[in-house]
T-cell receptor
């Protein structure tokens, strides 16, 4: 069964460093999402992406964040200058049609 | 804006007990409703969904009915197993913006379920 994959599974970085989280959505899916889950808290929407552009973003998704689909298969989330409060689990999701989003296993980001 | 409220947890049950996890929502229009499950150390998996009023979603013995009159989507299972121990998230999806997005998911805070033998 096709699935969404994410790399790396864990990332540790120093405050102020740039990180890139990678996702490979299910191959025929057209809509892509990033969510994050700070430890012990609810899952929060960050951004949605369709037709090579952002379709919606939350107030969390400020200028430090960017997304890209560089090669038609990968979907990346970049955090330009990480802060301690960016420590969280980041989930990628994708959808083809209908209303069910399929989630990847997540990347746990720890900012020191 | 949209919001989802789940019952406070954690919930601790003995095997074969009846489970109810309450979920209510606030949304404009006619959202789709979902339950996702997160097993320890894993990502989010869709458990069941309902896309219109009075629909019942079901999977693996879990059920939830979309009740528009009470804006609720409570999760139930008649007889839980130890393997059901996980975090359960209620979520809704709106149509999004101009039809080009299938809409972000808005999640509840999650309910930790622990089932003892």
């Amino acid at each position: 069964e096709p699935e969404v994959t994410q790399t790396p599974s864990h990332q540790v970085t120093q405050m102020g460093q740039e990180v890139i989280l990678r996702c490979v959505p299910i191959s025929n899916h057209l809509y892509f999402y990033w969510y994050r889950q700070i430890l012990g808290q609810k899952v929060e929407f960050l951004v949605s992406f369709y037709n090579n552009e952002i379709s919606e973003k939350s107030e969390i998704f400020d200028d430090q964040f960017s997304v890209e689909r560089p090669d038609g298969s990968n979907f990346t989330l970049k955090i330009r200058s990480t802060k301690l409060e960016d420590s969280a689990m980041y989930f990628c999701a994708s959808i083809w049609s209908g209303k069910t989003q399929y989630f990847g296993p997540g990347t746990r980001l720890l900012v020191l | 804006g949209n919001s989802v409220t789940q019952m406070e947890g954690p919930v601790t049950l003995s095997e074969e007990a009846f489970l109810t996890i309450n979920c209510t929502y606030t949304a404009t229009g006619y959202p789709s409703l979902f339950w996702y499950v997160q097993y320890p150390g894993e990502g989010l998996q869709l458990l069941l969904k309902a896309t219109k009023a009075d629909d019942k979603g079901s999977n693996k013995g879990f059920e939830a009915t979309y009740r528009k009159e009470t804006t609720s989507f409570h999760l139930e299972k008649g007889s839980v197993q130890v393997s059901d121990s996980a975090v359960y998230f209620c979520a809704l999806s709106d149509v999004g913006n101009g039809g080009t997005s299938y809409g972000k998911l808005t999640f509840g805070q999650g309910t930790i379920l622990t089932v003892h033998p």
